[in-house]
């Protein structure tokens, strides 16, 4: 953006400025001594900010937001233990290839290396979690630092960046006369777009393998999770129906209600998803990278298939499977080209009967899935009731926590569209739900978010709902009390021998009056009518749903360590 004449404008002037220009409208952290100069411009600035309790919770509250919208958020924290409490979240953005940018203030740059008062090498420190982190040593490099941080957070495979900004980068004053022009590349960045004779050769090598499997299966990673990818996915289905298969961050890519369906894999994935991974002849594998609890004992994950991978992340490819075909590019545009060759000359019925019968097949598998617990029927209801209160399908937004709530939210919630399940998938990091589900809250102001907890995992961040009732969110809170780290307990008693090691609690908190004592109403699940009250009108603001379940209760199918997927335990 170029200007008549120069402009003077310190280094914090200069942040709020290009954040302006990004379309950041919400960012949320708390302020320190270092950030100070940063945190007087946003005072006057139009980005509203929200004050948390702990700043991890601010870099989940930006993922929230990221993970619905699929753009970049920011969060702000201080130097020292302001940034050292970031990196969880940043370490969590990183594993599931969430876009966002952080932003941490420094001490002064004659200070740097002298031990000064909260002082911390957060570049040094972030450097393995970030998809890129800087050090900015002066208010120059701002006007090319946070444009391209903006555009590596975005492109290929997204992930966090991080900006560490000196004190006195932030109050220094420079002449310039034009501020960097936001773009589809620093805002929306392009997608990679691969193509040439070698695309088109391994594109000819994958439909010829899709026509000449009996038993595919249609395997979707989190790489595949946006609305686009769904619609390009929904079309491929309808040239080439094929079984599909979902880790637990593609939930949603695909509607539950879909015959192709057969839900999630893995550790605590569905018997038919399992199964027909074991008995497909070919997989193709999209926006996923196999990891280690959707596969189980990797020579019995799939073990008579050839392999068709496709991933913007090179790295992915060939880590755990050699593929038959690898497929460098973002599935958007990977899809479209094997709908149309698939679809030329009525070719589409190539062994369609064989593929037929394939359908129905692993569709009776669905017979031998585990009973409902009576935790999975509380959380299936919970979705009848918000359908029936005006929330149902893409209205609503679920985040969750992690553990055993987490996979019974993953097998009985039907998730209908994709960014409607936010979780914390491959760092698994507990704490997570609630900050994210304000993050979504503040993302998408006319839906109202569902988040599932546990007793444990809400204690790692309860004290967000003070920012929740700060806000006055549409949050409903629906928290599972088992008096223990439920996971952990189930995993203890199936490989240890009921060895309940340092996984259940001598001491409860009362957890209701820990979210009335924050102003939140409270909804408790043993009186009756309390369905109504915990899904109140758009604008109703946040509630506290408390659920006891029994300690005992456990995830099925579950699949202990050392075993494949196919030896999954039922109850």
């Not at 004659?110 to 890129?132: M, R």
């Not at 060939?318 to 070719?347: C, H, M, Q, R, W």
């Not at 936010?422 to 978010?449: C, D, E, H, V, W």
């Not at 996971?487 to 340092?502: H, I």
Request: with cysteine; aromatic share 6%; proline share 5%.
């Amino acid at each position: 953006m170029q200007y008549d004449a120069t402009m003077k404008l310190s280094g914090a002037e200069i942040i709020v400025k290009i954040l302006e220009n990004q379309g950041i409208t919400t960012i949320a952290g708390i302020p320190g001594g270092s950030v100070l100069p940063l945190y007087d411009e946003l005072y006057k600035s139009s980005i509203k900010h929200v004050l948390v309790r702990h700043e991890q919770a601010a870099g989940f509250i930006a993922q929230g937001m990221s993970r619905t919208s699929g753009l970049p958020s920011v969060c702000i924290a201080t130097s020292g233990p302001g940034a050292l409490n970031l990196l969880t979240a940043i370490a969590d953005a990183r594993a599931d290839s969430i876009p966002l940018v952080a932003i941490t203030g420094q001490v002064t740059r004659s200070l740097i290396g002298t031990d000064a008062f909260q002082e911390a090498d957060t570049f040094g420190l972030s450097f393995p979690i970030t998809k890129h982190s800087v050090m900015v040593t002066s208010a120059a490099e701002l006007l090319d630092v946070l444009p391209q941080a903006f555009a590596l957070a975005g492109s290929g495979r997204p992930g966090p960046v991080l900006i560490d900004v000196p004190r006195d980068v932030q109050t220094e004053i420079i002449e310039i006369n034009f501020l960097p022009e936001v773009t589809s590349a620093t805002r929306k960045p392009a997608h990679y777009q691969a193509k040439g004779k070698h695309f088109t050769l391994l594109i000819e090598q994958a439909v010829k393998l899709i026509r000449e499997s009996t038993k595919p299966v249609l395997y979707l990673g989190g790489g595949t999770n946006s609305i686009e990818t769904s619609s390009l996915i929904s079309d491929f289905l309808r040239i080439q129906p094929m079984p599909v298969v979902n880790t637990l961050m593609a939930l949603g890519v695909v509607p539950a209600t879909s015959p192709f369906n057969l839900g999630m894999i893995g550790m605590h994935g569905s018997v038919c998803a399992n199964e027909a991974m074991y008995g497909a002849d070919l997989v193709m594998a999209a926006g996923a990278h196999f990891d280690d609890r959707a596969t189980g004992v990797v020579e019995k994950f799939c073990p008579n298939a050839k392999i068709i991978h496709i991933d913007i992340d090179a790295a992915e490819l060939n880590k755990i499977y050699a593929a038959n075909v690898s497929l460098v590019a973002d599935v958007e545009s990977v899809f479209p080209v094997l709908t149309n060759l698939l679809g030329e000359k009525g070719e589409k019925n190539t062994n369609k009967t064989a593929k037929s019968e394939w359908l129905a097949d692993v569709q009776k598998l669905k017979q031998k899935e585990a009973k409902p617990t009576n935790a999975g029927n509380f959380i299936a209801s919970i979705a009848d009731f918000a359908h029936q209160a005006g929330f149902g399908g893409e209205k609503t937004i679920i985040t969750t926590d992690v553990g055993q709530h987490q996979m019974w939210v993953a097998q009985h919630y039907p998730f209908m569209c994709p960014r409607q399940l936010l979780t914390s998938g491959s760092l698994g990091t507990m704490g997570f739900g609630l900050p994210a589900a304000l993050g979504a809250a503040l993302q998408n102001p006319s839906k109202r978010i569902l988040c599932f907890t546990g007793d444990g995992s809400l204690m790692m961040n309860v004290q967000e709902l003070a920012t929740l009732a700060e806000e006055n969110l549409d949050v409903t809170v629906i928290v599972l009390d088992n008096g223990a780290l439920g996971m952990v307990r189930q995993q203890q008693e199936f490989m240890c021998d009921k060895r309940y090691s340092a996984s259940i609690y001598k001491k409860s908190p009362d957890l209701c009056a820990i979210a009335a004592g924050f102003g939140i109403p409270v909804v408790d699940t043993r009186t009756s009518g309390w369905q109504k009250k915990a899904f109140p009108k758009t604008g109703g603001g946040p509630r506290f749903v408390y659920c006891n379940i029994d300690q005992g209760e456990n995830v099925f199918p579950f699949v202990p360590g050392g075993k494949a997927n196919i030896e999954a335990i039922l109850e």
